[in-house]
């Protein structure tokens, strides 16, 4: 090369570098990738243009420089594209994820803990590099998949989107058996997301509020019933803290998951819900399924008509969340890196906005933000469970 030609780096090593540290370079609009590619690729690295002959000691000086140069080049290029692209890269770690991630869910695919689970894994997939894998383990209320997470490797590269049930409800409920100790044999990364609770009901049940089903509950003692998703779950505590706030005497109706228990509520099998609206919403639109009022502490917008159950019973505050936990003995390092991770992850405005859209609220957080979720929780709903003497059936 002479002293004075120019030096090119090639868009085929130019576009995969910063397609591997910028994760939203695959959907970044063409044009703007393109001329930023182009104007990495074509920038001119002129070598000192001093006249020492080729072949010196000063020959590996000016080569180091280049490549200083090419590596700045190459930097400011992913900075750029990042910001084209509205991409957060999370901070530098030593940890390396080397291989495929097991992501392991509780429940059948189509319910929100699926839902919550599958959004993460193709958000969280560029930003570490290797595949995010689903892997739906049903059955005992979350328990078997819990388990299998438990007993993995603690090498980071297996994950378990867990349920406020499972952290809160399930640990203090008695009568209730446990495969592991959530405490001792699970570690929290990051709480992910909120959903909205919501009563419905079969459309053709004869009350159409809350007041009207509390009059024909109390009239028809043990006639009603309502679904869940297992025993345990945040749904079935829904049901018996509205039942013991109320004072009538409903039939509760537990399923492996919240799909088939939605079913049986559209074919007419069951009476009504409470649980997750994210899981509702298909048949809400569709007019096989009527909303009634909402058990949280604010209406979701895209309802935001229907009435809050603590109208009628002030006390009734139900709120249910999403949080990734790894296995026992996972190092702070991974733990660190995974909370980076969901966190850069909750900071991408298309995850708001796929969040938004099916009915939920990111949380995020730090993992002590998460514990001590965690431990309120637990607080509040032992309370509920020990007042209205609640048992696992």
């Given at each position: 090369?002479?002293?004075?030609s120019t030096?090119?780096?090639?868009k085929?090593?130019i576009e995969p570098?910063i ?9 970044a609009?063409?044009g703007?990738?393109s001329?930023l590619?182009?104007a ?8 000192n ?6 072949n010196t000691?000063?020959q590996?000086?000016r080569?180091v420089?280049m ?7 190459i ?11 509205g991409a957060?890269p999370f901070?530098?770690?030593?940890q390396?994820?080397t ?8 429940f059948?695919p189509?319910?929100?803990s ?10 969280l997939?560029p ?17 078997i998949?819990?388990e299998a997470c438990?007993?993995?490797?603690p ?12 952290m809160t409800?399930?640990p203090?409920m008695p009568g ?10 699970l570690?929290?990364?990051s709480?992910?997301a909120?959903?909205?609770n919501l ?5 053709n ?8 089903l509390i009059?024909?509950a109390k009239k028809?003692?043990g ?18 803290l509205?039942?013991?706030l109320a004072?009538v ?5 537990p399923?492996?998951?919240?799909v ?5 509520i559209?074919?007419?099998?069951v009476?009504m819900m409470?649980?997750?609206m ?6 809400i639109?569709?007019?096989r399924?009527k909303p009634i009022a ?9 309802l935001?008509d229907?009435?809050l159950i603590?109208t009628?019973?002030?006390e009734?505050?139900v709120t ?6 790894g ?5 702070a390092k ?16 298309k ?6 859209d099916?009915?939920?609220?990111i949380?995020?957080g730090t993992?002590d933000?998460f514990?001590?979720?965690i431990?309120?929780?637990r ?5 509920v469970i020990q ?7």
């Open positions: 090369m002479s002293e004075n030096f090119q780096i090639p085929d090593v570098m397609q591997a540290h910028v994760p939203s370079m695959a959907t609009a063409r703007d990738k001329k590619v182009d990495a690729a074509s920038r001119v690295l002129r070598p243009s001093s006249p020492t002959p080729r000691v000063d590996p000086r080569r420089s490549k200083r140069r090419t590596l700045t080049i930097a400011a290029g992913m900075a750029a594209v990042a910001v084209l692209t957060y901070p530098a770690s030593a390396q994820v291989k495929s991630v097991l992501f392991l869910n509780g059948p189509g319910g929100t699926d839902l919550i689970g599958r959004i993460l894994s193709e958000a997939r930003l570490v590099g290797q595949s995010v894998i689903v892997e739906n383990r049903t059955g005992a209320s979350g328990f998949a819990a438990a007993h993995s490797a090498d980071g590269h297996t994950l378990f989107l867990t349920t406020m049930a499972i409800i399930n203090v209730q058996i446990m495969p592991i100790n959530v405490d001792r044999d570690t929290p990364i709480n992910v909120g959903v909205y009563l419905v009901v079969h459309p049940v004869p009350f159409k509020t809350v007041p009207e009059d024909y028809n003692p006639k009603l019933t309502y679904a869940s998703s297992g025993i345990g779950t945040s749904q079935h505590l829904s049901g018996e509205f039942k013991r004072g005497d409903i039939l509760h109706i399923y492996r998951g919240g088939p228990a939605i079913q049986d559209v074919n007419g099998r009476d409470f649980g997750n994210p899981e509702f919403m298909g048949q639109r569709g007019g399924l909402f058990g949280g502490t604010k209406a979701s917008p895209l935001g229907l009435p603590s009628w019973l002030p009734y505050k249910n969340w999403f949080g990734v936990v296995s026992a003995g996972l190092s991974w733990v660190t890196y995974w909370n980076d991770a969901i966190n850069s992850v909750a900071r991408q405005p995850f708001k906005q796929m969040m938004a099916n009915s939920m609220e949380i995020a993992p933000e514990k001590a979720t431990a309120s929780d607080k509040r709903w032992g309370e007042r209205g003497g609640i048992r696992a059936q």
